[in-house]
């Protein structure tokens, strides 16, 4: 899920662990089918995006065109299931090993692309996301259906 924002911040135990000013507030959440091809296409996708506005106010600008920050987290309850019961199912989720590995590889490909630093959260922890959401811009991207 990627959400245009004026600001974003994430923190632990209290304490504010990453922030950014305008950019992507990016919240990644790893299938338990999903592969290396799907983080190079999400990577690629998200760089390429154009969800912010230009001169003329039409969302005509990528995150590359800006030169805007990018604050990752993972969360895995993105791909809750509550077809059943009321309480969640996480069944499609990845495991933990898999998700880390993917969520690293993401990051890493998104930096080298900005040339920047991306920011991010840590992986697992219980963490605290506070954001200004831009327009509102909150996008769902499926990495196996492609949109």
């Known amino acids: 899920m990627i959400q245009r924002v004026l600001n974003a911040e994430v923190r632990i135990s209290g304490d504010i662990f990453s922030k950014i000013n305008n950019g992507l507030l990016i919240l990644i959440g790893v ?33 590359k065109d800006i030169n805007g920050e990018v604050l990752a987290i ?12 009321n309480r969640p199912s996480f069944m499609n989720s990845a495991n933990p090993e898999l998700a880390q590995s ?13 040339e920047t630093e991306v920011k991010a959260g ?9 954001l200004t ?3 509102p811009v909150t996008i769902i ?5 492609r949109e």
Do not use: C, P
């Open 31 to 63: 299938e338990v089918n999903d592969n290396q091809e799907d983080v190079k296409w999400l990577i690629q996708k998200t760089l390429n995006l154009r969800i912010f506005s230009d001169n003329k106010n039409k969302m005509n600008l990528s995150i």
């Open 74 to 85: 993972s969360q895995f309850t993105l791909h809750a299931k509550v077809k059943k019961g």
């Open 133 to 135: 959401n831009d327009g």
């Open 141 to 145: 991207i499926d990495s196996k259906n």
């Open 102 to 114: 993917y969520y690293t590889k993401f990051i890493d490909g998104i930096s080298k692309d900005l």
């Open 122 to 130: 840590v992986f697992g922890a219980d963490m605290k996301v506070s």
